[in-house]
């Protein structure tokens, strides 16, 4: 048949189709597994991961230095409380004081000021964040590809033993679904942010500081990143 003898849809049409087909989704999709429980490490596990021996692993030298790094970031931003974005672009301008026991950046993301003040927070700067800090000279030990850090992350964080068991159960079509994970695979780069937030909330530091280290500007959007029970 010819070819233009095929009815055809006016563009209207079919994206009003692929609205309709989205909602219907969205409204009738199930999960088949429950959701991932949020977590953050507590002090005595950012100890853990810090000491942990990394030259013991059975890598490559090159490979051992990539989870160094990683390992520094990630314990960075668990005393900084920045996002990925901010915590890769710091510099030795970002931080203030004699003993630069100020921390100053405009965020990338919603372009708000975050002001982490050591000596208010920690009354010191951490020896962890300190030794690092001075090690990459005030610069960030990874700045690189985020997936390319969860992925290391998660291996170095397994072989470093924190690997905490949770068991999730949710209802699926009348049938109770049970999901367990360890620790170290539910840990990711944003990880560090909600470890900050809730290590503070339970060292009762008061929430406004806390917010004005993180940049939140709203107490619900705080909230989400305090996490109890690990």
């Known amino acids: 048949r010819d070819l233009h003898s ?30 991932r429980p949020k977590v953050a490490l507590t002090q005595e596990e950012y100890y853990k991961l810090y000491y942990f021996d990394i030259d013991t692993l059975p890598y490559r030298e090159c490979y051992r230095e990539t989870l160094k790094k990683v390992r520094d ?42 002001v982490v003040d050591f000596i208010k927070m920690f009354k010191n700067v951490p020896s962890i964040a300190k030794e690092i800090l001075e090690r990459y000279n005030y610069t960030a030990p990874y700045p690189h590809d985020i997936s390319a850090f969860n992925k290391h992350l998660h291996k170095l964080c397994k072989f470093a033993g924190i690997d905490k068991e949770y068991v999730v159960e949710k209802k699926v079509k009348g049938v109770m679904v049970q999901k367990k994970y360890k620790k170290y695979e539910l840990i990711s780069s944003h990880c560090a942010r909600r470890s900050f937030v809730s290590n503070a909330v339970k060292n009762n530091l008061h929430s406004e500081m806390i917010k004005r280290a993180t940049g939140h500007k709203s107490e619900s959007s705080f909230n989400k990143y305090v996490v109890f029970g690990d």
Do not use: H
Request: aromatic share 12%.
């Open 6 to 35: 095929f009815p055809t849809r006016r563009s209207s049409d079919l994206d009003l189709m692929w609205r309709d087909a989205i909602t219907y989704y969205r409204q009738n999709k199930v999960k088949s597994s429950p959701a």
């Open 73 to 114: 970031q990630f314990l960075l931003a668990c005393f900084l409380g920045q996002r990925y974005s901010d915590v890769k672009r710091i510099t030795e301008k970002n931080f203030e004081g004699t003993s630069k026991e100020i921390f100053k950046i405009t965020q990338q993301k919603t372009e708000n000021e975050a």
